[in-house]
């Protein structure tokens, strides 16, 4: 072999060796790709405003013994309670000017089957007026009063079943337009107990701002947006294994000529002797090689079941080397 051979080998073995590191090196650059979301998403509120209105309240009762007047319950004993005061109170943030209005109204009604029917309503303005950023209304609901005005509409209709709703109703208008309503109903159970419902409410105007940043891959000193990198770096990775896979497919592909340096001295042919002379089986390539430098004749090649035979012919003595035809297995001499 000389040296310009040697030169070209070593030449594209280090070609295939940089192509192998380029492609690992981009095989690692997709994963990092792919393990990195394209963008990151953030997203930050901002509160515009905020108004919440609520009633404190305490009660007060024709009998002390358990619960003291000026007692604060989530549930009042129907029967023992005689009023129940308290303040409402509403404020936005920032501070906004507007006008209100606190009113409770009650609604006297029967039911007949599934429909309600309305007696008689009856409305009260407790308060109203302007206001910058808060204001605060004193509120009673005086249940005596409210039970003996319940008996009069029993009486005065007939009707001994009729009931009583009561609830305030605060509305708030600001000078921006923005508009806020609360009902605060009392709400009597079958137990027995009182309840005010509704006696907090928040609004909130939250404006919501999101940031998408692009991500990316640092190669080479350069950020390359991960989006690109996904479709990029598996491509080069790809493009770069292609030579190493080239190489040595064709390598596996093509098996080395083991007769090559014979080649030039052989002939095709069948001796007239086959079959009628034992041959001397030759073991290998080399030995067929060291026959031809003795005898210096001609190497005859033929086909016999499924082999081919490469003879030489010294007098009354054949040399034979045999070699399956591709495919056909191991060799067979």
């Given at each position: 072999m000389n040296?310009?051979?040697?030169e070209r080998g070593k030449v594209i073995?280090?070609a295939?060796?940089?192509?192998?590191?380029l492609?690992?090196?981009?095989?690692v650059?997709?994963?990092m790709a792919?393990s990195?979301?394209?963008?990151?998403t953030e997203?930050?509120?901002?509160?515009?405003?905020?108004?919440?209105?609520?009633l404190?309240?305490?009660?007060f009762?024709?009998?002390?013994?358990v619960?003291q007047?000026?007692?604060s319950?989530?549930?009042?004993?129907?029967?023992?309670?005689s009023?129940?005061?308290g303040?409402?109170?509403?404020a936005v943030m920032p501070?906004?000017?507007g006008i209100?209005?606190?009113?409770?109204s009650?609604?006297?009604?029967?039911?007949?089957?599934?429909n309600?029917i309305?007696l008689?309503n009856?409305?009260?303005?407790l308060e109203?007026?302007?206001?910058?950023g808060?204001?605060?209304?004193?509120?009673?609901?005086?249940?005596?009063?409210?039970e003996e005005?319940l008996?009069?509409?029993?009486e005065?209709?007939?009707?001994?079943r009729a009931?009583?709703?009561?609830?305030?109703?605060v509305?708030v208008?600001n000078?921006?337009?923005?508009?806020?309503t609360?009902k605060?109903q009392?709400?009597?159970?079958?137990?027995?107990?009182i309840?005010?419902?509704?006696?907090?409410?928040e609004n909130k105007k939250?404006?919501?701002y999101?940031?998408t940043?692009?991500?990316t891959?640092n190669f080479a000193?350069?950020?390359?947006?991960?989006?690109?990198?996904?479709s990029?770096?598996?491509?080069?990775a790809?493009?770069?294994?292609i030579?190493?896979?080239?190489f040595a497919?064709?390598?596996?592909e093509?098996?080395?000529?083991?007769?090559?340096?014979l080649?030039?001295?052989?002939?095709?042919g069948?001796?007239s002797?086959?079959g009628?002379?034992?041959?001397v089986?030759?073991?290998?390539?080399?030995?067929l090689?060291?026959?031809f430098d003795?005898v210096?004749?001609?190497?005859?090649?033929?086909?016999?079941?499924?082999?081919?035979?490469?003879?030489?012919i010294?007098?009354?003595i054949?040399?034979?080397?045999?070699?399956?035809?591709?495919g056909?297995g191991?060799?067979?001499?």
């Amino acid at each position: 072999m000389n040296m310009k051979k040697i030169e070209r080998g070593k030449v594209i073995l280090g070609a295939i060796a940089v192509s192998l590191m380029l492609a690992g090196v981009f095989g690692v650059y997709s994963v990092m790709a792919y393990s990195t979301d394209p963008t990151t998403t953030e997203a930050t509120y901002e509160t515009l405003y905020s108004e919440k209105g609520w009633l404190s309240h305490l009660g007060f009762f024709t009998n002390e013994t358990v619960y003291q007047d000026g007692t604060s319950l989530e549930y009042y004993p129907a029967e023992i309670t005689s009023a129940i005061a308290g303040r409402y109170t509403y404020a936005v943030m920032p501070e906004k000017k507007g006008i209100y209005s606190v009113t409770m109204s009650r609604e006297y009604y029967v039911t007949s089957g599934k429909n309600r029917i309305n007696l008689l309503n009856t409305t009260e303005t407790l308060e109203k007026g302007s206001f910058t950023g808060r204001f605060s209304v004193p509120v009673l609901i005086n249940m005596s009063r409210i039970e003996e005005d319940l008996m009069v509409v029993r009486e005065g209709t007939g009707l001994h079943r009729a009931q009583v709703d009561v609830y305030l109703t605060v509305r708030v208008e600001n000078d921006d337009g923005t508009k806020f309503t609360q009902k605060i109903q009392v709400v009597r159970d079958v137990s027995g107990l009182i309840k005010l419902d509704g006696v907090e409410k928040e609004n909130k105007k939250v404006v919501r701002y999101v940031n998408t940043t692009t991500n990316t891959v640092n190669f080479a000193g350069r950020e390359v947006p991960v989006s690109s990198a996904r479709s990029t770096f598996p491509l080069m990775a790809a493009l770069f294994l292609i030579p190493p896979i080239g190489f040595a497919y064709t390598k596996w592909e093509r098996k080395p000529d083991e007769l090559k340096n014979l080649r030039k001295f052989i002939v095709e042919g069948k001796p007239s002797e086959v079959g009628s002379v034992d041959p001397v089986d030759l073991d290998s390539v080399k030995d067929l090689e060291r026959v031809f430098d003795l005898v210096d004749k001609p190497i005859v090649h033929y086909r016999m079941e499924n082999q081919d035979v490469y003879a030489i012919i010294d007098g009354d003595i054949i040399y034979e080397y045999r070699k399956p035809l591709p495919g056909e297995g191991k060799e067979a001499h």
